[in-house]
């Protein structure tokens, strides 16, 4: 097993490593926000107006409220990456790496609108009436229709590929490494035995992913806001409690982007490429922007252009690593937290490191059981939407026959995943997220004109706000 470790660390550091996924994915995202002209920015205010005021269009293909697809994404995304992954990301990065956190995040948001955009473009309707899109279907459709011949094979590979590796990647950034991390979370504050966390948790969710899209969507719609704002509050108390460190708190963030950081009490000093190596990285875990699941959720939406639901699909970069990311780093940092170290002498790290955090800004002990919630909520919510991603990869590599089964054993997973020690599966899923990333990007970068060219055509039109818009050609 100690071998296997080894050989996994190494893959997952030559993945995201300084020469691979780290400039591709800056990369994709800096080149998206210049030729759409720096869309995430000047139609931010629209996008928000159709996510949260206007909700749904009438008349729209799909199986559920653009709104409630928008929260089937952000409950796929808001999860222990949040928590656990910001905590990782400063204990090895240095405060440093918030600010690529957030870097990741503004140029992302270009990127999941490419995402949503090729995702509702080009959806197609499976065997049971329900809608299918993603990178597994704009890979091969898209690059055939723009491009034809080997392109449009090498599309097709893409694509298979890509679906492979989503429904493999769903049992672990998805599925195990959420249950493991509730059931250390109420262990640890309330000394539940994981085995029943396990078994709880797979009854409640099972409920909910068996039930389909439709009744995802449902539930994600009403429990989604309620997570996120329980979170972001407690946070904000401890930002109001510590309000005189702030500004310090963010030169420090500001300044060791770019300088790397030195030891100061439990922190060991990183350099430069530390800080921006894992920001990037467990920016990504954490808004899944350059993953392509965007699209997958986007293609479930009622809408009547793709360009309305990209937009609405691009603000949940925005609440994922603007919003929640922020408020989780700002703590650790204002708290002090980030320089503690354990009863061994070693720094905190991690979802410890959040706790700590919260504890040291919250009065009594309710620091810990804010954390501990916060695991529970994000990754059960997590649960959820990457189901709903794992199915639509089975559609496309087997058609509809597979979808039921394939729940059936994501649920056993949770109760399996509660039960078992992960340290590998958390090595596996940030490699699995990183090949997942390769193929989307490359259909990105290819198609990219296309989306540039439909957004154009889409602006242009004096009525774009109405939703009486239909879709654009193929």
Same mark, same amino acid.
């Given at each position: 097993?100690?071998?296997?470790?080894?050989? /996994?660390?190494? #893959?997952?550091?030559?993945?995201?490593?300084?020469?691979?996924?780290?400039?591709?994915?800056?990369?994709?995202?800096?080149?998206?926000?210049?030729?759409?002209?720096?869309?995430?920015?000047?139609?931010?205010?629209?996008?928000?107006?159709?996510? #949260?005021?206007?909700?749904?269009?009438?008349?729209?293909?799909?199986?559920?409220?653009?709104?409630?697809?928008?929260?089937?994404?952000?409950?796929?995304?808001?999860?222990?990456?949040?928590?656990?992954?910001?905590?990782?990301?400063?204990?090895?990065?240095?405060?440093?790496?918030?600010?690529?956190?957030?870097?990741?995040?503004?140029?992302?948001?270009?990127?999941?609108?490419?995402?949503?955009?090729?995702?509702?473009?080009?959806?197609?309707?499976?065997?049971?009436?329900?809608?299918?899109?993603?990178?597994?279907?704009? +890979? %091969?459709?898209?690059?055939?229709?723009?491009? @034809?011949? =080997?392109?449009?094979?090498?599309?097709?590979?893409?694509?298979?590929?890509?679906?492979?590796?989503?429904?493999?990647?769903?049992?672990?950034?998805?599925?195990?490494?959420?249950?493991?991390?509730?059931?250390?979370?109420?262990?640890?504050?309330?000394?539940?035995?994981?085995?029943?966390?396990?078994?709880?948790?797979?009854?409640?969710?099972?409920?909910?992913?068996?039930?389909?899209?439709?009744?995802?969507?449902?539930?994600?719609?009403?429990?989604?806001?309620?997570?996120?704002?329980?979170?972001?509050?407690?946070?904000?108390?401890? /930002?109001?409690?510590?309000?005189?460190?702030?500004?310090?708190?963010?030169?420090? *963030?500001?300044?060791?982007?770019?300088?790397?950081?030195?030891?100061? @009490?439990?922190?060991?000093?990183?350099?430069?490429?530390?800080? +921006?190596?894992?920001?990037?990285? =467990?920016? *990504?875990?954490?808004?899944?922007?350059?993953?392509?699941?965007?699209?997958?959720?986007?293609?479930?939406?009622?809408?009547?252009?793709?360009?309305?639901?990209?937009?609405?699909?691009?603000?949940?970069?925005?609440?994922?690593?603007?919003?929640?990311?922020?408020?989780?780093?700002?703590?650790?940092?204002?708290?002090?937290?980030?320089?503690?170290?354990?009863?061994?002498?070693?720094?905190?790290?991690?979802?410890?490191?959040?706790?700590?955090?919260?504890?040291? @800004? +919250?009065?009594?002990?309710?620091?810990?059981?804010?954390?501990?919630?916060?695991?529970?909520?994000?990754?059960? %919510?997590?649960? /959820?939407?990457?189901?709903?991603?794992?199915?639509?990869?089975?559609?496309?590599?087997?058609?509809?026959?597979?979808?039921?089964?394939?729940? #059936?054993?994501?649920?056993?997973?949770?109760?399996?995943?509660?039960?078992?020690?992960?340290?590998?599966?958390?090595?596996?899923?940030?490699?699995?997220?990183?090949?997942?990333?390769?193929?989307?990007?490359?259909?990105?970068?290819?198609?990219?004109?296309?989306?540039?060219?439909?957004?154009?055509?889409?602006?242009?039109?004096?009525?774009?706000?109405?939703?009486?818009?239909?879709?654009?050609?193929?």
């Amino acid at each position: 097993m100690d071998l296997l470790n080894d050989i /996994l660390v190494r #893959l997952d550091d030559g993945i995201w490593g300084p020469w691979l996924l780290i400039p591709l994915l800056l990369g994709t995202g800096l080149y998206l926000t210049v030729v759409l002209r720096g869309l995430q920015f000047t139609r931010l205010g629209a996008a928000f107006w159709l996510a #949260l005021i206007k909700r749904k269009e009438p008349g729209g293909e799909g199986d559920i409220s653009h709104y409630q697809a928008l929260t089937v994404a952000l409950a796929a995304t808001v999860g222990v990456g949040n928590i656990a992954g910001v905590g990782t990301a400063i204990a090895l990065g240095g405060p440093g790496a918030l600010f690529w956190m957030w870097i990741t995040g503004l140029v992302g948001m270009a990127t999941k609108y490419a995402e949503a955009f090729l995702g509702v473009k080009y959806r197609r309707v499976d065997a049971k009436g329900e809608q299918s899109g993603g990178p597994m279907f704009y +890979l %091969s459709e898209g690059l055939k229709r723009r491009f @034809g011949g =080997r392109v449009g094979t090498l599309g097709t590979g893409l694509a298979i590929g890509y679906a492979v590796l989503g429904a493999i990647a769903a049992f672990g950034i998805g599925n195990m490494v959420q249950s493991n991390s509730v059931a250390d979370a109420l262990n640890s504050e309330w000394d539940v035995p994981h085995a029943l966390t396990g078994l709880v948790l797979m009854l409640v969710a099972g409920a909910v992913i068996l039930g389909g899209i439709r009744v995802i969507g449902r539930f994600t719609a009403g429990f989604v806001p309620f997570m996120a704002i329980f979170y972001v509050l407690a946070a904000s108390v401890v /930002l109001v409690r510590n309000a005189g460190e702030i500004p310090g708190a963010l030169g420090t *963030i500001f300044s060791n982007a770019f300088t790397g950081t030195a030891a100061t @009490g439990g922190f060991v000093g990183v350099a430069f490429l530390a800080a +921006l190596r894992y920001g990037v990285a =467990r920016g *990504i875990f954490s808004n899944e922007s350059g993953l392509g699941t965007g699209g997958i959720a986007a293609a479930a939406a009622k809408t009547t252009h793709e360009v309305r639901q990209a937009l609405v699909s691009m603000t949940q970069t925005f609440l994922d690593t603007l919003v929640v990311v922020t408020f989780t780093g700002l703590t650790i940092v204002v708290s002090g937290a980030w320089t503690f170290v354990d009863e061994a002498g070693d720094a905190l790290t991690g979802a410890t490191l959040t706790a700590t955090a919260f504890r040291v @800004g +919250l009065p009594g002990d309710q620091g810990g059981v804010v954390v501990s919630l916060g695991v529970v909520f994000f990754a059960f %919510s997590t649960l /959820l939407g990457w189901a709903y991603y794992g199915e639509r990869c089975m559609d496309r590599l087997f058609g509809r026959a597979l979808v039921t089964p394939y729940r #059936l054993v994501f649920v056993a997973a949770i109760f399996l995943g509660s039960v078992t020690e992960l340290t590998t599966v958390w090595t596996f899923a940030d490699i699995m997220n990183g090949l997942m990333a390769l193929p989307n990007l490359v259909g990105l970068l290819l198609l990219s004109l296309l989306v540039v060219q439909g957004s154009r055509e889409y602006f242009a039109r004096p009525d774009w706000r109405s939703p009486d818009l239909t879709r654009s050609g193929g």
